[in-house]
Structure formats: C-alpha cells, structure tokens
C-alpha cells in the first residue's frame, strides 16, 4: 500500500479500497503517514468528498483506534442524544432523566466546554464532588440502579479524531461534511445506543450557518448510523439566540432542575419534549411521535422525572443540595442588572455574543486551562420577543471579576430592541430515517 496511489485516486474521484482507508487511517494514527501526507488527503475529501462506503469504513476505523465500552450486563433499550454545541444548552440534564423515566437507559459520553459554548460536564461539576471519570463497571452499575450515567470523554476514546481534528484545524478542512460527521459520529458509536438523537445547531450561535448544509450533515450522519445498524434522527434547531433564559454552569443545572418541576422557558421545554418523544419512539415504547411527546410533556410537568437527574449526579459523587439551594451556595460579588434603553420588543445580537460575554464572566474557557467559576454567568430576565419597556432588567450577571463598566458595555451591545416581534422557532426540521 503506498499514499501516493490512494492520493490519486482520490484526487481522481476514484472509489478507495476499505484496505486503503483503514491502512490510511492506522498509519496516521502510528505516525508513519505524516501530517502533510493527511492534509493532503483530507483537502481532497474537501473537494471531492466521500462515498458512503468510504465514510462507513473511514468511520469505523477512526472508532477501532481507541477504547469502545460494551454494556453487557445491563438491560436495554439505551439511548443517546448529541448536540453540535449551542449556547445555553442544557438539554441533555433534562432529556436523560425524561427518557429514563420511560424505561429506556441514557449510557453517554460528554465533553467539556471551550470558547463560546459549554459542556455537560463542567455544568455537572458545579455539583461539587460529581465525576464523569468513572470506570465502565460503575458506569454500569449506575445505569442499572438509576437508569442513566454520563461518563467524561477521555483521550483513549477516538484517539485518531483528536489527531485528524487538531490536523483539520490548521489546514482549513474542519467545514468538510463528511469530516465533521464521521468526527462526530465515531465520537457517538463508541458506547452501544438503540436510539441516538442529533441536535444540529443552525444559525449565528452554530458551525453549521445555513438550513442546506445542516440537512446535509443530518443526512451524513444518518447514513453512517444506518452503517453501523442505529437509529439515528435529527432535530435542526435555532442557535440564532440561547437556549432557555441561563447561560453558565451551576445555573443551567439549576434550569435544568427548574424545567424538570414544569418551570421550564418555552424553547427548553420544547426541544427537550421533542428530543424525548424521538427516542421514546426510536425504542418502540410509542408508536407515533404526538403522543410520546404528549406524554412526555406530561411528565415534565408533572416533576415525576426530576429526581433521576438528582439520583444520577448523587450516584456519581456530586452535592445536589447546592442546586437544590442554590443562592445559598452561588452567590458572585457582582450581580449587574442591564435595563432596556426603549419600548419594544426584545431580541438578542448573536446567540455567540452572549456565550462569549459569559467566558468573560468567568463562566468558560478561553484555553483548555483556565479555571471555570460555576457560579458565574447571565440570566436571559427577558427573552426573544417579550415585550419590554423602557429601563425594565432584561438580563442580569453574575461574575466574580472587577471590570462591570466593560461587562454592562458588552451585554448592551447584545440587547436589540425591536418594534415588532421576529418569527422564532427552536425546531426548524425533524430528518428521521
Ligand atoms: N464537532 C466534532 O466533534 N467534530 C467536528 O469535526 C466538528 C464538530
């Protein structure tokens, strides 16, 4: 086997071997294929993209270069929900235990925040002494008794994604279709699942700017999953704004809590029902998708799923009692209120904007070593289209750093007042298989 047989044929749009693409593959991951030898490739496929036999092994193979977790011993179904990365999204604290409270085991892995974006595991470490670095019997154990566990994604899982991505961000092939979605989805077959869910993100807050390229994504995806014998469906949701009115960590857990009692914003409740009811269907515990999602609504409101998600963050060592009582124990020196200059109706600049005032808070990374202040953050007092009068609060921070007049300058800059109210939907589109 040799590179420069497989660069041109792939130059030439000629179909690769699957002992071409694993040998690719595995050389990169060994260092005999060199980083330029990659770059190369990897510009071919952004020109001429993949074919799904391609992907399917190309994915595989990125999958065979770590550690995959079984769940032998564990009673299924198991389900699985991803998002591409929005700001304010705490969906997956109230679509696991949802789902769980139907019977159905939510086994994931999650990731850390950084830049704009959070990640599920630093909101749950605002719960001190919770861990995500768990090992696979205790991953087990906690699915078993509490019906839903959420492991750290360590560097042994997909060691080839970490390697091809750090790769991709220096060469201008990270907006490839078929890169990003083996990348995500090798990321996602690593742990078995029934049902996995992708939340694409669309807008200004997301990678995947347009409705175009996120269905072709979703449809890559899907194809890869059907690849690999899962069930995957896709939900195209706005990111042109925040999800739910809290933006940071131990303040999403406790939306995240709030919405589980039937006190959830709108759009939260929305996407999360909607989330639920595609799994609950995905697994066959309904038939049709307007009454799982009218019994999943139904249960959210009821608060009946709520103590899954104290029990699962108790099983994993974690003090739910500081969200429980949560001003009692998040309290920040500065509590900055920012008043709407006019009448109208409000709307936000960019979902984005809102996420990085938020790491300036003290909320997220800006480097994979800063330190997180989990009581930092914003509160959305009013939202998208709420109408609002002159010198009401519409949104408040919470940070513990000396710099209010440059904070209260950045968060005005966010608020838009308009006459009239915009046309928002959190869900644009469902692609089911
Ligand atoms: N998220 C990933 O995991 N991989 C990509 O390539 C892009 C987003």
Redesign the pocket.
């Known amino acids: 086997m040799n590179f420069s047989t497989i660069i041109t044929k792939k130059k030439n749009k000629i179909e690769l071997s699957e002992q071409e693409i694993k040998w690719l593959v595995e050389s990169f991951v060994k260092d005999t294929l060199k980083d330029y030898q990659m770059a190369a490739f990897n510009m071919a496929v952004w020109f001429n993209g993949m074919t799904e036999t391609e992907l399917s092994v190309f994915t595989s193979t990125m999958i065979e270069s770590g550690i995959t977790y079984n769940l032998d011993g564990v009673e299924g179904p198991f389900a699985d929900k991803h998002s591409?990365?929005g700001v304010g999204d705490k969906t997956s604290l109230i679509f696991a235990p949802l789902v769980a409270s139907f019977g159905v085991k939510v086994s994931k892995l999650s990731g850390r925040g950084l830049g704009q974006t959070g990640g599920t595991i630093d909101k749950l470490e605002s719960c001190t002494g919770w861990t995500g670095e768990i090992s696979e019997e205790r991953f087990k154990e906690i699915l078993n008794t509490v019906g839903l566990s959420i492991m750290s994604q360590s560097s042994n899982v997909v060691p080839a994604?970490k390697k091809l991505?750090a790769l991709?961000d220096v060469t201008g092939t990270?907006d490839s279709i078929p890169?990003?979605a083996s990348?995500?989805m090798s990321?996602k077959l690593v742990v078995p699942a029934d049902s996995i869910v992708l939340d694409v993100k669309v807008g200004s807050g997301a990678?995947m700017k347009d409705m175009d390229s996120a269905s072709l994504l979703s449809k890559t995806m899907i194809s890869i999953g059907k690849a690999h014998n899962r069930n995957v469906s896709v939900m195209l949701t706005n990111m042109d704004k925040p999800l739910g009115k809290a933006i940071g960590n131990a303040i999403e857990v406790k939306e995240a809590w709030d919405t589980l009692h039937g006190k959830g914003p709108e759009d939260l409740v929305e996407l999360c029902t909607v989330a639920a009811a595609l799994t609950l269907t995905q697994t066959g515990k309904f038939s049709d998708l307007e009454v799982a999602k009218q019994e999943v609504l139904q249960v959210l409101q009821s608060g009946k799923a709520a103590h899954y998600l104290k029990d699962f963050v108790q099983a994993q060592g974690g003090d739910f009692s500081k969200i429980e009582d949560y001003d009692k124990h998040f309290s920040t020196k500065h509590v900055i209120e920012i008043k709407a200059e006019k009448d109208g109706y409000v709307s936000f600049a960019s979902a984005d904007g809102l996420g990085y005032l938020s790491m300036h808070l003290g909320a997220g990374r800006e480097t994979k070593e800063d330190i997180i202040d989990f009581a930092a953050g914003i509160y959305l007092n009013k939202t998208t289209n709420d109408p609002v009068k002159a010198g009401e609060v519409v949104m408040t921070l919470y940070t513990n750093i000396d710099k209010e007049e440059s904070f209260i300058k950045d968060a005005q800059e966010q608020i838009v007042i308009l006459d009239s109210k915009t046309d928002e939907q959190v869900i644009l589109k469902l692609i089911t298989d």
Do not use: N
Request: charged share 25%.
């Open positions: 591409t990365g994604d991505y991709r990270v890169l990003i990348s995500i990321k990678f």
